[in-house]
């Protein structure tokens, strides 16, 4: 118990600190590292045991890594190929800017339920909504907040998720019987953050037609702006559609765009490579801050940092660390929802200490599915909390590798829309409110089965 409680201070307080000093948050992560690799050590476990483990973990993250790789390159090639700014001049010719957030929402929600996967639809969708947020001068952290709350709407319930077949494997319960006993929390949620979006994008002050007008005309005066140059978005949605997987897809969403760049915008290949090496930085005045980022040079310290966020997932993975602190969460727990507000609680924890999405969906549902079995709780109820709990609240933790990269495919930084994410922050809510009707339930067919005999 004192060990996890130690865990989640020094990490926590590492990071909190490197905030406050204005260190990058890497630096702060590394020391917190440290703390908990002493902590290790003077719990018995060898240098060996430690260096396996931390080369375990690092070995998990090789496809987390492409992806960033794919992401920091697929952003400069679609804004040097025209694919972002012909997106951008066709949505801002119909998009009302109070309707914005609404619209980034449901756009991200059914592409990823649709395509299973919130970083395939950030990285596609993403960097074109936010273009046009500033377009529009709608503040972007809360168009970023209403972008990564739909992308994760797939990411916890779409039958093609692999985070999703994760937690049904967990709790081993099929996907089906998951997913249905998820549809209450899911209609919360959804019909929350409906009516979130829809109020908070009327306290937008709409920017004059006439200056949304200058921006599309800098756009066509500087790009060709043709549907040829959706080619690259249109290989990328088509390839996931295909069950080609995300990696190869975003590959081919990169190869098309910087074909389209050399072939149709008529790009050297040096400004080409420069783009992909450096962002892009050849925005014409009065696009700066619409047409930017990316780059694969810039993504040195999130490199580093998934890295150290890895060597932790595996020594939390090989120590048990926090096994003693669960069974003593649940020493007193009686009622569903009992049993509910203190897994939410565990799920959040390892969100925060196991710095990727995986970790505490596996940790959480394969350590309390006993747990909830012999207390006469169905497996499906536990993987519905742990979806709207450690699935989903990854996505708020800076240094989760989830949520690193979310922010670097739309370039905003995650304590800047959290805020606004409300699906993400309000599965928690939902959950222990559904809980708490179906604890009603049990009771009240407790009671009968006692009158019946």
Known sequence: MRDAILTFLFIVTSLTLAAVLQIPLFIGFAVGLALVIILI??????????????????????????????????????????????????IVRWIEPNWILLF??????????????????????GIIVIGVAVTVDVPIALVAGALVSGAFVGDRCSP?????????????????????????????????????????????????VMENSVVTALLKENFYISILTLLPIVILFGSILLNVKTIPALALGVLTGIFVALFVQGESLISVLQSLGFGYLQSPKGL??????????NMGELFIFITLASIMNGLLDRTQIFQQFMKKMFEKAC???NYTIRTVAIGIIFAIVGCNQAFPVMLTSRSLKNTWTAAGYKRSDLGRVVCDSALVTSGLVPWNMVAILSAAAIGVATLDYALYAAF??????????????????HKEYRGNQKVAT
């Open 41 to 90: 050590y003077l719990k018995g476990f060898t240098t060996k045991d430690i260096i396996l483990a931390s080369l375990d973990g690092i070995k998990r993250i090789k496809p987390v890594l492409i992806i960033l790789a794919l992401i920091s390159v697929l952003i400069p090639a679609w804004i040097i190929s025209g694919t972002v700014p012909t997106m951008i001049s066709y």
């Open 104 to 125: 980034a929402f449901v756009i991200t929600a059914v592409t990823s339920f649709i395509l299973g996967t919130a970083i395939g639809t950030l990285g596609s969708l």
């Open 160 to 208: 093609l998720s692999s985070i999703f077949h994760l937690a049904s494997n967990s709790v081993e319960v099929d996907p089906k019987q998951l997913f249905r006993n998820m549809l209450p929390t899911t209609i919360l949620m959804v019909s929350f953050c409906l009516i979130f979006y829809f109020v908070l994008g009327f306290t937008i002050e709409p920017k004059e």
């Open 288 to 297: 700066e801050e619409i047409l930017r980022g990316g780059g694969f040079f």
């Open 335 to 337: 009622t569903l929802t």
């Open 424 to 441: 993400l922050w309000i599965g928690p809510i939902a959950t222990i409110i559904v809980s708490v009707k179906r604890s009603k339930q």
